[in-house]
């Protein structure tokens, strides 16, 4: 198998925030475009920009794309508006974080790995991303060249070829289109919602993980797939409640993306859950942690009891499933969890997990004992 191709995670050059925030009040006139100096890591336009809390992990595009982007915006080609939402005195991304985020990228030089990166992971990045991060940057600097490099030749001309001048030069005259919700902050939410259902269709679970992010199953499945680090959807919780989520998270984040996955893959010693960064992912997570909590509970959390409890019941269940504990069916991964092609695939470790919860609520596990050698041969073989 050759190497897959892997998406930039590009989810920490904007910061979250709820829609609700409380700030001074400012009536101000919007700007209609902004340029690349907007997006330096110090700009006042830039500090003021906020994703919405709900909005999807922005880590959609490869290394590719984020470079057509980077291009397409340097050569003054059409990119579509940004369209933004302002709350009092900050900015939020209705549309176009993608967009947004690949010349923040650029302009701060941070591809996943960079110092906002780090700091917002917790320096715990995965070696799967910080690879996809690495490319990234060499395909940015072979084919278009540093932001760094821009400025420099637009203040030292003679240092530099004369195609790099020319672009850094044009680069004053760049900008990007911004367009603006009018409204409240439940006219922006549906705005969002409505945007990027045209864009992209969102399914029902996408819309309940966007509605439901105050919701127990919701923030646990969130805190697991990014290993307790990440934008903190549990801040409001006491500092106990906190702690335990991040440190339960990391526990499961560990027994189902450990170790990282790579490809070619040379060895079966494969991660359950396959890679962090596959788009159903986040799904996947969410499924698993209502299959171990065997009921759904609609009600928002308000002090963080029941996510906390929502993860231990996940842990549990984690372990029982793949753990190396004396109490553990222990699946192998590669029999169970993977296809032929060397894929993981979310519904057999859904149904594997859906199995063996049920036999342990019914006390009947020694009966999968009983026929797994069985079972296994047949799945080996066929």
Sequence with gaps: MGIVAGNVNLDALLSREDFEVVSSNDDAPVPQTISSRDLEINAFFYL????????????EWDAKRVVGLIRTFIDGHLIPAVILWKHKDLLFVIDGSHRLSALIAWVQDDYGDGEL????????????????????????????????DFVKAAQNPSDFGPDIVAK??????????????????????????????????????????????????????????????????????GDTEQAEIKSLAAEIYALLFEPSISYPIKTVDLPAGGSVYAAPTLKMIHDFVLLAQGTIDEAEDSRGHRTVEFLRRTKRA??????????????????????????????LFLTMASLIIEHDRNKTLPAFTEARGELEAFIILT
């Design 48 to 59: 003021a920009l906020r994703k919405p809390d709900f909005q999807r992990e922005t880590s």
């Design 117 to 148: 990166s780090q700091k917002f992971f917790g320096h715990a990045i995965p070696q799967e991303q910080l690879e996809f991060a690495k490319k990234t940057r060499e395909l940015v600097s072979k084919e278009i060249g540093s932001y760094k």
């Design 318 to 347: 984690a372990e029982l499933i793949i753990s190396n504990k004396p109490s553990s069916v222990g699946l192998h991964r590669a029999v169970y969890f993977y296809s032929w092609t060397g894929k993981q695939q979310p519904i």
């Design 168 to 237: 850094s030069r044009a680069l004053g005259s760049r900008v990007l289109s911004l367009q603006w919700v009018r409204g409240d902050a439940a006219t922006a939410e549906d705005s969002f919602v409505r945007i990027n259902q045209q864009a992209a269709q969102i399914t029902p679970q996408e819309l309940s993980l966007i509605r439901g992010r105050r919701k127990p199953d919701v923030m646990a499945a969130r805190a697991i797939t990014r290993r307790g680090t990440g934008h903190q959807y549990w801040s409001g919780f």
